[in-house]
């Protein structure tokens, strides 16, 4: 199935017994979304804006925002909850030209979670406010606060990514494990997090950064550590 959304907004919509609060995407689905706004979802699971699964593609261009999303069951809660602005899985994104905002996971994943071979590409995407971890951070969830990315691959070229925060301990920036996570020409600031024995902006494996602003610094050609004065 294909579905195309333009200046539309979805917003104050509920799956409180499961997820995909705002839009729900399976079975080889397409969509398309340009300028639309995704605000104030609500799931108890996964994906509280956006879930996608099972082989489905979303492109989305043209000032696409995703804020404000919720998903509420936390860590010591069955799976607990993850992605509460995009739940990626088996599944593809193009994101060119948007912001992702203040979306609140109380156990993983603010703005996104992907996983399970899934491909995503952001491009000229400003996030920032995203939250993880409301109890058991650290502990009993990595958190996450900007995302968690798990035997994926995710590209970041021309991004700001700011002020992300586990509230309870983890990781505010990425963690990545078992996947290729490419960043370029982007800024990461201000994205306090610790998991075992590492800190950083950026936590796990599988990171390649170039010409890219890092707060504490990171290997490879180009980078910088900066404050951006935001």
């Known amino acids: 199935s294909e579905l195309q959304i333009e200046d539309s907004w979805i917003n104050w919509n ?4 499961g997820s995909g609060g ?10 398309y979304f340009v300028e639309t706004n995704v605000r104030n979802n609500t799931a108890l699971k996964q994906g509280g804006g956006v879930f996608i699964n099972n082989g489905s593609n979303l492109f989305a261009d043209g000032d696409v925002r995703v804020a404000n999303n919720i998903v509420t069951q936390d860590c010591f809660t069955e799976q607990g909850s993850q992605g509460a602005g ?11 030209h948007g912001y992702i905002w203040a979306n609140k996971a109380q156990d993983s994943g603010g ?14 995407i400003a996030m920032d406010t995203n939250e993880s971890a ?25 991004c700001t990514i700011y002020a992300n925060n586990s509230i309870s301990g983890g990781v505010g920036g990425i963690y990545a494990d078992n996947s290729i996570v490419d960043i ?20 796990g494996t599988g990171f390649d950064v170039s010409y890219s602003d890092i707060q504490g610094g990171y290997d490879g050609l180009g980078n910088i550590d900066v404050d951006p004065l935001f």
Do not use: C, K
């Not at 509920?14 to 017994?17: E, M, T």
């Not at 899985?89 to 193009?94: F, P």
């Not at 703005?111 to 000229?124: D, E, P």
């Open 111 to 124: 703005a996104f979670f992907i996983t399970n071979g899934s491909s995503v590409s952001f491009s000229y």
């Open 86 to 96: 995009f739940y990626i899985d088996n599944s593809s994104v193009n994101f060119h």
């Open 22 to 31: 705002g839009i729900y995407m399976t079975n080889n689905s397409e969509a």
């Open 134 to 158: 409301e109890v058991g951070g650290g502990e009993n969830t990595i958190g996450g606060a900007l995302g968690l990315v798990f035997e994926s691959e995710v590209s970041f070229d021309h």
């Open 14 to 17: 509920n799956s409180n017994s």
């Open 184 to 203: 370029r020409s982007s800024i990461f600031w201000n994205n306090p997090g610790q998991w075992g024995d590492e800190s950083g902006q950026l936590i």
